[in-house]
T-cell receptor, first 109, second 114 residues
Framework: QQQVKQSPQSLIVQKGGISIINCAYENTAFDYFPWYQQFPGKGPALLIAIRPDVSEKKEGRFTISFNKSAKQFSLHIMDSQPGDSATYFCAASDYKLSFGAGTTVTVRA | ETGVTQTPRHLVMGMTNKKSLKCEQHLGHNAMYWYKQSAKKPLELMFVYSLEERVENNSVPSRFSPECPNSSHLFLHLHTLQPEDSALYLC?????????????FGEGSRLTVL
């Protein structure tokens, strides 16, 4: 059973646009929500993470929005750049990480 | 040198071959993992080792056999694989197993089974 559901499967955005990826979960024991970024030919790497006592976390052009009551969280990539083209995985952790299926983001110049 | 190194990066094998994937972590971590990554699917956890002891085996077919001789090295031995086993196999490590917050991944071994 997939513990974290991620959408969309892929998206294309123009340079300078906003990319939005959504994730939902059911397990209320999850207490840590990271996002991983994976470039082609590379392994996933931690990008940004949030804890459920915070509604938003921003690091540069990347922002996580967290809605505890709805059990949803999302990643916003502002001013998207071609170098942001990658696959993004949301995840949730209680004592171990459960990953979403991934979203392939393509930023067109 | 990257924190988690995997070899080989690419492997093509027939269904009757025997091969092994190797992973080495240079981070001083105590836990190591094998994941399978197939297109459009969530990362699939296969095995977890903590201090060389296997602590999780997620219903993986016996044609995949892990080995962890020490906390820095992890192997995945492959034999009589099926074409549907073609995927990217990722090794990862973490500091421990309690309250895992970050996994450090290698670049993966791309396996093609003919």
């Amino acid at each position: 059973q997939q513990q974290v559901k991620q959408s969309p499967q892929s998206l294309i955005v123009q340079k300078g646009g906003i990319s939005i990826i959504n994730c939902a979960y059911e397990n209320t024991a999850f207490d840590y929500f990271p996002w991983y970024q994976q470039f082609p030919g590379k392994g996933p790497a931690l990008l940004i993470a949030i804890r459920p006592d915070v509604s938003e976390k921003k690091e540069g052009r990347f922002t996580i929005s967290f809605n505890k009551s709805a059990k949803q969280f999302s990643l916003h990539i502002m001013d998207s750049q071609p170098g942001d083209s990658a696959t993004y995985f949301c995840a949730a952790s209680d004592y171990k990480l459960s990953f979403g299926a991934g979203t392939t983001v393509t930023v067109r110049a | 040198e990257t924190g988690v190194t995997q070899t080989p990066r690419h492997l093509v094998m027939g269904m009757t071959n025997k091969k092994s994937l190797k992973c080495e972590q240079h981070l001083g971590h105590n836990a190591m993992y094998w994941y399978k990554q197939s297109a459009k699917k969530p990362l699939e956890l296969m095995f977890v080792y903590s201090l060389e002891e296997r602590v999780e085996n997620n219903s993986v077919p016996s044609r995949f056999s892990p080995e962890c001789p020490n906390s820095s090295h992890l192997f995945l031995h492959l034999h009589t694989l099926q074409p549907e086993d073609s995927a990217l196999y990722l090794c990862a490590s973490s500091q421990g197993l309690v309250l895992v917050r970050e996994l450090f991944f290698g670049e993966g071994s791309r396996l093609t089974v003919l």
